[in-house]
Structures are given as C-alpha cells and as structure tokens.
C-alpha cells in the first residue's frame, strides 16, 4: 500500500505540480487559476473538518490518523508482517467506512439538496433575521416564565461590551433557545440565581452578577432582580428583562429607566425597536447618506466647474 501511496504521490507530481510550474511558464494568468484551486482545496478541507468534528465521524477520523502512520512507520524499519497487516485493514477499510460513516455522508447530501447547503458550508445567515429571531426566542421564553410564575433576569449585550459581568458567572455559550432559557431559570436549580447574559447573538453565560441599582432609583416594592436590571442598564447600554417571581409580570429596564408590566406585543416593539432598528437601520441609514454625499459632492465639483467655465467665457 505504501509502493501504492508512493506511486500516487509522484504521479500527483508530474501531473499537477510540474503540469502547473509548465502551464505557468507559458501563461502567468495561470498562477491565478492555481491561487483559486489552492484556495477552494482549503475551503473544503477546513469545512470537512468542521463537519466532522460535530459527529462521531472525528474520533475515527483520529483513529485512521494512527493507522496511517503506523502504517508508514512500520515501512520505514521494515516491519513486513506489521506493514502487510496493516495494508489489508486499510484496503478494506475504505468500505468499512462507508458503512461506518453511512448516517453522517447521508446527513452531509441531505443538507447539500436543501437550504441548509449555506449552513453546510458556515456561512452564517443574514445576522439582521438572525437577531430578530433571537429576540422572538427571548420573548417566548419570558412569556413561558411569566406564566409560571419564574423569576428570571435577561441581560442583552448591545454596543458596549459587558465582558466583566459575563466572566462572573458559568459559562454556556450556546444558540439561543426559549427551552434553555426556560430550563435556567427552573427554581432550586444551580443557575436559576443571577443573570442570563445574551451577546453576539448567544447565551453567554447564566448565574451573572450585576451591580445593583441604589434604594433611591425604584420603587421599595421591587426586589433584588429590578435593581439589578435597573443597574446594569445604568453602567451600559444593554437592556434587561425581568420576570418577577411573586406576579409574573414582566419589565424592561433600558437607559437607567424601567418600564414596569410589559406585554407581549409592547415588548416585541421595544426589543425590534433598541435592538434591531437601532443598530441596522442606523447602518444602511449611514450607507445611504455616504452613497448621497458621494452622488452631491460630485455634482457639487460639476457645479462649480460649470461656474467657472462661464466667469472664464465672460471674462
């Protein structure tokens, strides 16, 4: 097997290297069409990569690494029964792994024949649509708690980065999911107490301390977790939503301010609102007013070229 790997690897010489270095030579432009294969070989590998490492598939993956290069050391000193055994296993190996592999390269050409092919490859989805339906996802989940009656504490991360409350508390890193947040939040629980931190479009950590707001800021009515929403709202731009344990009702702190007994539809508003129109809608407002200033500077110089040109005939 290994005469075999060899004999591949100088055909792969003589036929794609010395084929490029040839092509080369005669055309430069050809560079750019091996630039473009080098990259697109990468792109596959690292995405085969990633594939694999979120299936069984990557620990085998490791195993068939051992094997090759036992199977290459094994040559090298000499080891003739090692080697042959080794490149029996091997032969027959390449079906066993289809077999092995059946439910994860099903899986891949599944997703390959539907809209998930973009999901395949990691290119990410549109980050506008994603944040909304993260916000759906949060709202749906603050109605869940409300109705039993929970008490949570929702922080979402905007502008200013909020990574010193992160690190206080456990670490989860993970998609939002109304499931999970409702789960947090279950009482007796090890995370059920502190915050639910929310950044980069993820559930970045639960059991969060935030500084508390001071007696004079609320109501003496409101307890702990209105504080603190009120007080991480104070030090940064995020905004917090608090379900209170003893009514079910739900508030929303923003800029210091809380705004107490939110519904649903009035919630979503302000959520769309601060997080979504504000950060988007100020980017493609700023891409907008850029391509304008571009289009009137230019029509401006003409103006002003076609003023001076007339002073100029006059004169």
């Known amino acids: 097997m290994i005469d075999g790997f060899g004999t591949n690897m100088q055909q792969f010489y003589n036929d794609i290297i010395v084929g490029y270095l040839e092509a080369f030579s005669k055309n430069p432009i050809s560079l750019l069409v091996l630039a473009v294969d080098i990259t697109i070989v990468i792109f596959l590998a690292v995405t085969i990569i990633k594939f694999a490492k979120n299936s069984r598939a990557w ?3 490791k195993g ?16 003739r029964i090692l080697n042959f055994l080794l490149s029996i296993v091997m032969t027959w190996g390449v079906f066993a792994l289809i077999v092995i592999f059946q439910p994860e390269l099903r899986r891949a050409l599944e997703q390959l024949g539907t809209n998930k092919f973009t999901r395949f490859f990691g290119i990410d989805k549109d980050l506008e649509t994603r944040t909304k339906e993260d916000i ?11 109705k039993a009656r929970t008490g949570a504490l929702l922080v979402i991360e905007r502008d200013i980065q909020i990574k010193d409350i992160i690190a206080t508390g456990i670490s989860i ?6 499931q999970l947040l409702v789960n947090i939040f279950v009482p007796n629980t090890p995370l059920h107490d502190g915050a639910v931190v929310i950044s980069n479009n993820k559930i970045a950590a639960a059991a969060c301390m935030l500084p508390l707001a001071s007696d004079a800021d ?3 009515e409101l307890g702990t977790r209105h504080r603190a929403a009120i007080g991480i709202s104070k030090e940064s731009d995020a905004i917090a939503i608090v379900v209170s344990e003893e009514t079910g009702k739900i508030s929303i702190a923003k800029d210091g301010t809380l705004i107490a007994d939110v519904k649903e539809e009035t919630m979503k508003k302000i959520l769309i609102k601060n997080i979504v129109t504000k950060r988007f809608g100020e980017e493609r407002i700023t891409k907008i007013d850029r391509l304008k200033s571009i289009k009137f500077g230019k029509e401006k110089k003409e103006e002003i070229e076609v003023k001076e040109k007339s ?3 006059k004169a």
């Not at 749906?140 to 409300?146: N, V």
């Not at 890193?173 to 109304?178: A, K, L």
């Open 64 to 79: 068939i690494s051992f094997l090759i290069i036992i199977n290459l050391v094994s040559y090298f000193l000499q080891l």
């Open 218 to 220: 609320i109501a003496k």
């Open 136 to 146: 759906y996802k949060i709202i749906i989940a603050a109605m869940e708690l409300s």
């Open 311 to 313: 002073q100029e005939d």
């Open 59 to 61: 620990q085998l993956l």
């Open 173 to 178: 890193d993970s998609e939002v999911s109304p």
